[in-house]
């Protein structure tokens, strides 16, 4: 059987990372534990932009545990596909964005002595 690429996450790999780095691993919970709390955003639209960023960034893990926590969170089904598509457009305005460096590079190879079209 093919080796997959997102091994399942298990509770021996989860100890074993616990225990490699432990004062980092709780630094870090404890980080994200106040991150997500309800603060000037609510919990719910913490989850929901990470939902968003979870597909930009396109970490499986993340989509499925923000995903989860939206929904505890009391995010709906259509609240969260509203954040994927943010999430899409962003990533492909980015792409749009960026389009202005390519252009520019073509501008400034285009003004070099020798360059033909």
């Known amino acids: 059987m093919e080796h997959p690429m997102y091994p399942e996450t298990t509770k021996d790999l989860a100890q074993k990372r616990r225990e490699l780095a432990p004062e980092i691993y709780g630094a870090f919970r404890a980080f994200g534990q106040r991150v997500f709390a ?4 609510p919990s719910k639209t913490k989850q929901l932009i990470a939902v968003a960023v979870a597909h930009v960034t396109q970490c499986p893990y993340c989509i499925r545990g923000h995903t989860d926590a939206a929904v505890q969170a009391g995010a709906t089904e259509p609240e969260i596909m509203e954040a994927i598509w ?15 460096l390519a252009i520019d590079a ?12």
């Open 86 to 100: 943010v999430a899409a457009e962003m990533r492909a305005g980015a792409a749009y964005a960026h389009s202005i």
């Open 106 to 117: 073509m501008n400034a190879a285009a003004s070099r002595p020798g360059h033909q079209a």
């Open 38 to 41: 309800d603060g000037a955003l």
